[in-house]
């Protein structure tokens, strides 16, 4: 049945409405019509009994005059011309005052009434104190009923008329208020992933509701444009990352291959060196052949570090001792003439790796040379579970659009450089669970900051 139901409901919000309206309007008419019977046959039987005792009012000194005569002729002529002249009267009969009966207006003693169930009103016919017999008024139910049905008839075409009209204009007002609705139905269905985010265009005289909903929607495009782009990203950064790994390990085969030859051409140059005269000439340009060796030996121990993968030996360190490890570590030559300033508010217990520590402030300080810089700051701050590090040199600095891709392996600002110092400081910070991130600065050079956790990430 429920299923039957729901098979008859339209689809459309504006048919529903229209449906409903109806179905509202139609059940007022039954309502009204089933008031209205009862009401008017209250009002018809009350009608005719105020005219029978009207009548019976003013015959009443005739009906008892013509009984004590036995004027018959004149009783029935009087009943007759009451049976025409109130409504809805089938007969009127007169009975004697033993219950015999005299005469009836249509002279059917038989029949008194051809009515199924007539409404019988009997009334006293007396002279003084004296009972001289009875008048009985037949009110014809039937003709009630007819002459409501008459009036109700009427009355139905009317409120159907009524309905019709009330059904239209109901449809009419469901399709106005559900065409907001359509419109940004239509105009979500057309939507394409390339237009977004996307206005969406409803009539102003639209329900709050539906102009909330369009709020809502507009909202969830922007967040759907976001994620999309998102995802593009990820979907770049992933294809980087794998031609950056298969240039990696390209890279460290072919700086593998290098390194022995170079090491070998280091070898005879120093065994020729040894074997000539002490020629300043000789001497000078042996020098910067093991020089730019060397540097080749360290470019290439770079991408070697790069592809290789972090191996941590963590041990208990005071941050105190760790600051003078790197110091220790770090102080060479190349740094000397460089002011390096350490600073430390507390000293906590750490679980790290001192060497990768070491190596990082080695890239750092090595870039900050490079740059230019005079002086470096490097402040230790200690939160609930890391140790901050702010790392801030005065050299040259970075451009704007460098920022995002400094820390990119083989992304270099440098004439000579490989673009891997900061992909391996990344590298060993994230194999630490640490973070190392560029910050901006006021005025000239360079500021990192790096979150070093106070135990490892297990």
């Known amino acids: ?34 008031v209205i019977f009862f009401f008017e046959y209250a009002s018809s039987f009350s009608t005719a009994e105020k005219y029978v005792d009207s009548q019976h009012k003013i015959m009443s000194s005739d009906l008892a005059e013509s009984i004590i005569t036995d004027d018959i002729y004149s009783l029935f002529t009087m009943i007759e011309t009451v049976s025409q002249a109130i409504p809805h009267i089938d007969n009127i009969a007169v009975f004697d005052a033993e219950g015999r009966y005299v005469t009836d207006a249509k002279v059917r003693p038989d029949k008194l009434t051809s009515t199924i169930s007539p409404i019988l009103l009997t009334k006293d016919i007396s002279a003084g104190k004296n009972r001289l017999g009875t008048i009985t008024f037949y009110i014809n139910r039937e003709s009630i009923i007819r002459q409501i049905t008459g009036k109700l008839a009427e009355l139905f075409l009317i409120n159907i008329a009524v309905v019709i009209m009330g059904a239209l204009i109901g449809v009419a007002i469901a399709s106005r208020m559900t ?54 990203e990820q979907q770049k950064e992933i294809h980087r990352g794998e031609r950056l790994a298969y240039l990696g390990t390209m890279s460290a085969g072919l700086a593998h291959e290098l390194k022995n030859p170079i090491m070998a051409i280091s070898l005879i140059l120093d065994n020729v060196a040894e074997e000539i005269d002490d020629n300043s000439q000789w001497q000078e340009d042996f020098a910067v052949i093991r020089r730019e060796a060397d540097r080749l030996v360290f470019r290439l121990n770079e991408f070697l570090d790069y592809s290789k993968p972090v191996n ?3 041990d208990e360190i005071r941050l105190s001792a760790l600051i003078e490890f790197i110091k220790g570590q770090t102080y060479r030559k190349v740094f000397s003439s460089m002011d390096i300033i350490f600073t430390a508010e507390s000293d906590p217990l750490l679980v790290t790796d001192k060497d990768k520590i070491s190596q990082i402030f080695t890239i750092l300080l090595n870039n900050s040379a490079e740059a230019g810089a005079s002086k470096i700051l490097c402040s230790f701050n200690e939160s609930e579970d890391a140790v901050g590090i702010e790392y801030e040199d005065n050299g040259c600095g970075f451009k704007e659009e460098d920022k995002a891709k400094i820390m990119l392996p083989f992304y270099t600002t440098k004439p000579t450089g490989s673009g891997l110092g900061l992909a391996i ?34």
């Open 1 to 34: 049945m429920k299923k039957l139901i729901f098979k008859l409901i339209p689809y459309s919000l504006s048919k529903r409405t229209a449906l409903l309206i109806s179905s509202l309007a139609f059940a007022t008419v039954i309502i009204n019509m089933v």
């Open 179 to 232: 065409k907001p609705i359509n419109d940004l139905s239509r105009q979500i269905s057309h939507l394409d992933v390339l237009e977004l985010p996307y206005r969406f265009s409803i009539s102003e005289y639209a329900s709050k509701e539906t102009k909330d909903l369009q709020n809502m929607i507009e909202k969830l495009s922007y967040r759907l444009k976001d994620a999309i782009d998102r995802i593009g």
């Open 312 to 314: 941590l030996r963590y």
């Open 425 to 458: 400081c990344a590298t060993i910070a994230d194999a630490m669970g640490a973070t190392v991130n560029i910050a901006e600065k006021q005025g000239r050079g360079a500021k990192f900051v790096i979150r070093l956790p106070k135990k490892p990430q297990l």
